[in-house]
């Protein structure tokens, strides 16, 4: 066949459009951005959440500082301008794995509002759920799981959000979860039940 | 409930095992990274082997430059440390659409042999495939579709592959597609079929 005749035949294929996507697989993509202190326990309830998604035949992936920091971010450190590009490519891949219809629940302190707010404005509309996971300081620095707020105290990571830096509170979250009150299992069903409510998964077959 | 007894029931989670991941979707994540000139025929090829992929119900995506430069590399301009973290970041986003069990289709020129290498080190043995999208240069600057090489040819884009900087060939590419003589149909089944004999997807029924 020759170079001239293979370019005439079908050689442009139309694109799947989103909702044929949708369609196939049952789902649509959205981010679920936790946000909260340290220890507040947002990784937690990401695998928590992500089991259940799962466990409904729903794909799913959490982005966290495991997958992240070691990987995309490895050049990031943590200086504010640093903070705000770590959070800048986390959107950009949030949006990117919400665009393959994927669930994706993303887990960072994300301090700032204005770095949030900047991932929400590069979402489709309606997309995007930011969730205020909440404990007391207090509480988060006893459970202190990494010992990091006992190095904090002692000087020995600077720029430590909630005890020398600051944390930005939400202003609007499509959710608050206060982790001091209730469970993790509590709090991973509140994420389902909100992607059902908002028609983002299926209700859970009987 | 106390934030003691909060912290001591059920807050934290087993994670997913990665095959319990492939089982509950029935599939394996893969990177099948596509590289070779411009107008070579990755992005058609990708675009079309994605809907073969959706009509069988498989998860997949492709990471090109519409949705990556645009986007999560929009800071990197075409100097050659440039295209090096451009390469880089892309292999690490596909590295997690992978870990979500995708099958992640890149198009990229890439045409730094180094660079791919590396992405294939970043990923679990086996789960990369290199496909050398090939065509004469000639077949390439006849279609040129966006009339890139004739501008090229002009001097208007300096550092252009094939013209004025290098195409370092795959040296073990796990499939080269000659899309001077193979239609866009016969490339996008040769790719799935090769993710059906190894095992990445189920074969499709009957």
Chains 1, 2 share one sequence.
Not at 133 to 140: D, K, Q
Not at 186 to 202: Q, T
């Amino acid at each position: 066949m020759s170079a001239t005749k293979s370019s005439n035949i079908h050689w442009h294929g139309a694109n799947v459009t989103q909702s044929e996507r949708e369609s196939i697989l049952g789902q649509k993509g959205a981010v679920i951005w936790l946000t909260g202190l340290s220890a507040s326990g947002k990784s937690t309830i990401a695998r928590r959440a992500e089991q259940l998604l799962l466990e409904r035949g729903v794909a799913t992936y959490v982005l966290d500082g495991d997958n992240i920091r070691f990987g995309l971010n490895k050049d990031l450190g943590f200086a504010p301008a640093d903070r705000t590009e770590n959070i800048r490519r986390i959107g950009e891949v949030g949006k990117l794995f919400a665009d393959a219809c994927v669930i994706t629940l993303t887990a960072f302190i994300s301090p700032y509002r204005a770095d949030r707010d900047k991932v929400r404005e590069l979402m489709p509309a309606g997309s995007f759920f930011e969730v205020y996971v909440h404990a007391p300081i207090e509480v988060c620095e006893a459970r202190d799981p990494k010992g990091l707020y006992k190095k904090a105290r002692a000087g020995q990571i600077p720029e430590f959000t909630g005890i020398s830096a600051p944390y930005e509170e939400p202003a609007a979250a499509e959710l608050v979860l206060r982790t001091g009150d209730i469970d993790v299992d509590g709090c991973a069903m509140a994420l389902v039940n909100h992607l059902v409510e908002k028609g983002f998964i299926p209700a859970a077959s009987v």
